[in-house]
């Protein structure tokens, strides 16, 4: 009986024991840079400052030179009425419906919706972008 009110006793204070996922250097990073654990390289750089990483996601959220409506084209050429792009200066609209993290990265808006990942280039012509739906590995271009 002792044994196994020792041995509860033991699994208690272990699992209640807090866990450290990070070594303190990586936490020391985080802390100083201003990035958590979930946007640590994605949205926010360990090496940079709190107003370096500001400057840069406010960077990355200005779509003036992407401003426009645009039309999604199914590989074969067609038009997908449905899908319409709107693009404003500070805020990207699918279907009519506001885009949650739309980001410009190498000079490119990047977004996605559902499955399916947007990127346009804004470049002049008449493919100003593609799509691709990891789903169903389908794809085409973005137009006006």
């Known amino acids: 009986m002792k044994k196994m009110i020792l041995s509860t006793l033991v699994l208690a204070v272990i699992a209640a024991a807090p866990v450290h996922a990070i070594n303190a ?3 020391e990073q985080l802390e100083r840079s201003g990035c958590t654990q979930m946007n640590a390289g994605s949205i926010c750089d360990i090496n940079k400052t709190p ?3 500001a400057a ?11 401003k426009g409506t645009y039309s999604v084209f ?7 009425g449905s899908r319409v792009i709107v693009v404003k200066p500070r805020e990207v609209r699918y279907r009519g419906q506001l885009v949650e993290l739309p ?14 990942q947007y990127s346009i280039t804004g470049t002049r012509g008449s493919e100003l972008g593609t799509w691709l739906d990891d789903h169903t590995n389908t794809g085409g271009t ?3």
């Open 103 to 116: 980001r410009v990265i190498n000079g490119v808006l990047l977004f996605s919706v559902d499955l399916t």
């Open 142 to 144: 973005i137009g006006h």
């Open 56 to 66: 840069a996601e406010k960077k990355s959220k200005d779509f003036t030179k992407f």
């Open 25 to 27: 250097k990586y936490r």
């Open 74 to 80: 199914a590989a074969n050429g067609q038009r997908l």
């Open 51 to 53: 107003a370096q990483n």
